[in-house]
């Protein structure tokens, strides 16, 4: 069955793509949730006029997500927590703190769009996370929990 996503998709494809998938898959979950539509011969031309006409914008959202994936290479984020004397955290620290704390060093990425390497963090020292900021433009990076 094929279909054309509307959202990105985690390990099936980004939004504008053309996929095929399970016809169960489609009609079941992506369909009614909208995150795609059926890939009927009009919407197919649809779809390829709307394609011809962000061609020219990605190419400049892709400048952009390599711009910025340069500028955080070898940027360190740091992110004050409580901490009992044994260097274990309260709670945990999750995508939520990690956004909020690259937007306090300028930065502006989604939280939806990071990933934690070893998550969950309970504990205060230094961890890597990644950074999917455009279609094939990850940018890996680190950052030290310190307590407060």
Not at 86 to 107: C, D, H, M, P, Y
């Amino acid at each position: 069955m094929e279909i054309i996503l509307k959202k990105n998709v985690d390990k099936l494809g980004y939004a504008n793509e053309l996929v095929t998938v399970k016809p169960g898959y489609g009609r079941n979950f992506l369909i009614p949730q909208g995150y795609a539509v059926l890939a009927t011969p009009s919407a197919k031309k649809a779809h390829a006029e709307i394609m011809r006409q962000k061609s020219h914008k990605e190419a400049k959202m892709l400048a952009e997500a390599q711009e910025l994936a340069t500028k955080i290479e070898g940027l360190t984020i740091t992110i004050a927590t409580k901490a009992g004397e044994n260097g274990k955290i309260f709670g945990s620290v999750s995508t939520v703190q990690l956004a909020e704390a690259i937007r306090k060093a300028g930065f502006e990425i989604d939280r939806k769009s990071l990933k934690i390497k070893d998550e969950p963090i309970r504990e205060i020292g230094t961890f890597e996370a990644e950074a999917n900021l455009y279609k094939g433009v990850k940018q890996a990076f680190k950052f030290e929990v310190v307590s407060e």
